[in-house]
């Protein structure tokens, strides 16, 4: 098993599969099992999303998958930062072996992207999903993550999701409400996401387009809109819409757009409806 050390969060644990252009995908290979997996099922979450998203593009790239979510949450730092974020996503590179790579990642970690790329110059490519890269919704989510904090530890119904956010009510199939799972992070591992946006606040990544070279591509569903609660700070994280107003000059900036129809924010994670969009166009745009 390769390791790759974190600046004081201890080690992290890389899987690696598949032969070809090396792509960065910090998602846990390991399946959640057991009463987990039937929550997670429960919320629309694929309990073997990163092992899916492994076996599906294994067979044309070289895959360094990584849980980097569940590794923070495990290690908390209090200097949860762009700079530091950057910092582990290339130690968990050179960990591997990889020069130049590929990097995918989704909501919180997919805005990491756009840092990491702005702080490298060894991205092959940059897929983005579930957050504008421009015009990201950053001052909302600072509101949420603050809110999250305050309310972590206190026993109140709410739910706590590892995009760094929260989710008031579920707007799927079933008559599954979020208000019924009781917040269960910690202080510490929310204060993190406070940290993050905190280190955002004022950031124009309408300025930095010019510092991503590499080939880019950027989705989201276009039902990926959360009205939060007023506990949550009553704000709207409207990512389709920020899509939606910010297409002209995404497509001047260089990012090739994808819209999925109908699918929310959970929705359009899963491994279902990301393999079509980010295989081929992976396959087009990173050669060895």
Known sequence: ??????????????????????????????????????????????PALGRTLIEGLGDAFTVVAFPYENHIMANTRTDFTPDRIAADLLAVADAAGLGRFAYYGYSWLALNGLQLAMRTDRLTALVMGGYPPIGGPYPEMLQVTRAANALSGTGDPAAWNTDGGATAEWDGESDFDWSDVEMTATKDQTHQFVAMYEALAGFDDRAVQDRITCPRMCFAGTADTIVYEEKWGGVTVDISGGFTAALPELEAAGWDVRALDGLDHTQAMQPQNVLPILRPWLAENVKD
Request: hydrophobic share 40%; proline share 11%; no cysteine.
């Open 1 to 46: 098993m390769t390791t790759a050390r974190l600046a004081e969060a201890g080690s992290i644990e890389l899987e690696i599969h598949g032969t070809g252009p090396a792509l960065l995908l910090p998602v846990d290979p390991r399946p959640v099992e057991g009463p987990r997996a039937g929550e997670l099922r429960k919320w629309g979450v694929d």
